[in-house]
């Protein structure tokens, strides 16, 4: 059946144009005006809503295979449906963990049988993930990976993460790095900051963070590697990734919602405030916000990590690191970004579909011949965030109870309705 999404307000080329846009076997055509002439056809009144390009988030975690009982291909997927995602990248700490095409082949089996929207995703940088020893084999899974990581672990020495890029370049993919020296942790589990001073939490500092991104950035220079930075979160990475820049250098980075809208003093004893890298401080955030201002940061990614309820229910030091955010992302950046100023709309929707989109290589856009992966949006409903209420089977969110603007009504994937909302 074809669907007609009609007058809606369309994000196109950078900017919002009233449209009418048409489904039709997987693909968008977009009309000023589209007569409905007879036929087999969806019409969905849109003129009170806004319709843009499907969401992209370039790093999740799905747990399949081996953590079903926190998340799934499928229940991620519907997840990441409701939230307005149309292509997510899975993170590799798996079981087994796609080092190899033996390995990846199981995630792949799973993506083909139960996605509901498209999932790219990525191989380790080294073998068993464990951040040393031998490479991956990285040409092999090179043509069905977004991109090389070890997320969840830093690559601990020089030589070896030297060894992956001058690999990653010469095939032409992308090394996602989660940076973090293990030496600079120190037991800590939240920002070495004024909320653990004054509750006797033990801290991370941040330059178990940035230390790490200045090295590579040095072997980025050596290889010209492309290179992209995970979750950034602290002031001094900001800094860096920008003078990276100047320098010319193929380096990109994304930050999470949770680390521009939440700081440490936000913290609660609750292991729903617990991930890593940790809250930081307030001119952390700062530093993240100018960063989406002048570009330094060019994505916005959830880090969506489910973990059962029992692993997230022992506190703050106890409790497993990681937050699920598909089902929050757009609604809570909308509310606390674009309502007051801070970022416009458009900017908004560059970071979260066109600019990861652009970077990893997938399609994107809503334009006559292109994949209809797309998203219909009420800028005007207001909701309480309910994590009872979420298709993830994750339920740990610092958001929870939060009322935000910015309901996702639909989100298309391939041409195909792959979430409605119930009102």
């Known amino acids: 059946m074809k669907t007609l999404l009609k007058s809606g307000n369309v994000f196109s080329e950078g900017k919002f144009h009233i449209k009418d846009v048409l489904i039709d076997g997987g693909i968008v055509s977009v009309f000023d005006s ?22 992209v988030d370039v790093h999740v975690h799905l747990r399949e295979p081996g953590f079903l009982y926190k998340e799934t291909i499928k229940t991620g997927t519907q997840a990441a449906a409701a939230g307005g995602y149309t292509t997510v990248c899975p993170m590799p700490n798996l079981n087994p963990p796609p080092d190899s095409m033996e390995n990846l082949r199981i995630e ?13 995703p990525f191989g380790t940088i080294t073998k068993g993930q464990k951040g040393g020893g031998d490479l991956s084999d990285m040409e092999d899974m090179a043509p069905y990976v977004a991109g090389f990581s070890d997320d969840g672990k830093g690559v601990q020495k020089e030589e070896k993460m030297l060894e992956a890029m001058t690999k990653a370049k010469k ?7 989660h940076c973090e020296d293990e030496s600079l942790l120190n037991g800590g589990y939240i920002h070495d900051g004024e909320y653990a001073k004054a509750h006797g939490h033990r801290g991370i500092c941040s330059e178990s963070e940035w230390g790490q991104v200045k090295r ?74 100018e960063g989406i201002k002048d570009g330094t940061i060019e994505i916005i990614a959830t880090d969506h ?10 506190g703050l030091e106890k409790s497993a ?15 606390k970004l674009v309502k007051p100023g801070i970022i416009s709309l458009e900017k908004l929707i560059e970071l979260m579909s066109v600019n990861p989109a652009r970077r990893f290589g997938f399609d994107c856009g809503i334009e006559t011949g292109k994949p209809a992966n797309l998203t219909v949006i009420d800028l005007n409903e207001e909701f309480v965030i309910d994590s009872g209420k979420f298709l993830s089977k ?30």
Do not use: W
Not at 171 to 177: E, Y
Not at 321 to 335: D, K, Q, R, S
Not at 397 to 421: I, N, Q, W
């Open 34 to 55: 589209f007569d409905i002439e007879g036929g087999d056809i969806f019409f969905v009144d849109c003129s009170d809503l806004i319709i843009i390009p499907g969401l």
């Open 108 to 120: 792949l089996n799973a993506i083909a049988k139960d996605a509901v929207i498209n999932v790219i």
């Open 171 to 177: 095939l032409g993919r992308i090394i996602s790095a």
């Open 216 to 289: 590579d950035i040095e072997l980025v220079r050596k290889t010209g590697c492309k290179y992209h930075v995970c979750h950034v979160s602290a002031k001094e990475t900001v800094d860096i990734i920008r003078s990276a820049k100047k320098d010319g250098l193929d380096v990109s980075c994304e930050t999470g919602p949770h680390y521009l809208t939440l700081t440490d003093m936000d913290l609660k004893e609750e292991g729903r405030f617990k991930m890593n890298p940790p809250l930081r401080s307030a001119e952390d955030q700062k530093a993240l916000i």
């Open 305 to 314: 990590a489910p973990h059962s309820a029992e692993e997230k229910s022992k």
């Open 321 to 335: 690191m990681g937050i699920v955010g598909l089902e929050t992302a757009f609604p809570v950046l909308y509310t």
């Open 394 to 423: 994750g339920r740990a969110t610092p958001f929870d109870g939060m009322k935000v603007s910015g309901k996702v009504k639909m989100t298309f994937a391939k041409g195909e309705l792959v979430y409605k909302s119930e009102n």
